[in-house]
């Protein structure tokens, strides 16, 4: 019952608490009502619902100025506190000292060089903000924004597949090893990523295209053990023209291969996104525009 009595309690108005604290400093309602950019009627309203409200008379008209009554000095003690408090939270919750976390996924290709640069430069921006940084595969990616897990992704998918802030074109190549190259056997090794992972089934339906055999030769789920896989002579594979080294050789249509155009980069959030996560997407699709 206690417990339900407390809750149940009144709650001070800090409107009105700020009004009693300017009229005890000013000595004068008309006063206070200036600095309050108020009305005089409107400022002893509030003084008097708080009277009301405690039960006490708080202020006293003396021949020269109005004095805080005793029970008026105790409520005025803990009205400086509220509005100190007030104020304290307020700066807290629109200041530099908010601590805010962004969770970004981006495929492992992403991670290093140029978007390491980007994220530093945002920090720097906003050093009240943490990165929260996943690198992955994008279906994992992707499950993991689907999830809750993550505020903001940049992945590669089939074009159109999901709604997208900013979309552009993936430019894939195929890749053999430059001094150790295996296209030409039969039948064709192939380098991929897991099942479901990007670029597999089209790899496997463009050779059988072809009308050539093939063999999965080896499967990564990392971007640079699919590199160092193609370029030591381990299979052909399909990947983004960034991740082509000097140690690839490309394969063209000379090579009977198709283009393979069905893919797009895309950056996804949700439209309730936090300021700073929509902000970091920007910045990423400003940087991405430059490179596509």
């Known amino acids: 019952m206690a417990g339900s009595d407390k809750l149940n309690r009144p709650l001070f108005d800090l409107d009105s608490l700020r009004a009693l604290v300017m009229v005890a400093d000013c000595g004068s309602f008309t006063t206070a009502a200036a600095r309050l950019h ?3 009627s409107t400022v002893s309203q509030k003084v008097r619902r708080l009277e009301e409200m405690v039960g006490h008379r708080l202020l006293e008209r003396g021949n020269r100025d109005v004095l805080p009554t005793d029970a008026g000095q105790t409520l005025l003690g803990y009205a400086r506190h509220m509005l100190a408090f007030n104020d304290e939270m307020f700066e807290a919750m629109s200041g530099a000292t908010v601590a805010v976390t962004v969770r970004l996924g981006v495929p492992e290709d992403f991670v290093a060089g140029r978007t390491t640069h980007l994220l530093s430069a945002f920090n720097r921006k ?40 900013a979309s552009w074109p993936e430019k894939l190549q195929w890749i053999d090893s430059a001094s150790n190259p295996t296209f030409e056997l039969d039948p064709i090794p192939l380098v991929t990523f897991p099942p479901r992972g990007l670029y597999r089934d089209d790899m496997i339906n463009a050779i059988e ?84």
């Not at 896989?229 to 399909?238: K, P, R």
Request: aromatic share 4%; charged share 20%.
């Open 126 to 165: 906003h050093p009240q903000v943490k990165l929260e940084v996943t690198s992955g595969l994008c279906r994992d990616l992707s499950s993991g924004y689907d999830n809750g897990e993550l505020d903001l992704i940049l992945v590669k998918q089939r074009r159109n597949s999901r709604e997208a802030v």
């Open 209 to 292: 295209r072809m009308g050539r055999r093939w063999r999965i030769s080896f499967t990564s789920s990392s971007l640079s053990g699919i590199q160092a896989a193609v370029a030591d002579g381990m299979g052909v594979s399909l990947l983004p023209q960034r991740a082509v080294t000097a140690d690839h050789r490309v394969l063209t249509k000379n090579n009977g291969l198709p283009t393979i155009d069905a893919m797009e980069v895309v950056i996804i959030h949700r439209p309730s996104a936090d300021v700073m996560v929509k902000e970091l997407a920007g910045v990423l699709a400003q940087s991405l525009a430059c490179q596509y």
């Open 38 to 40: 108020s009305t005089q």
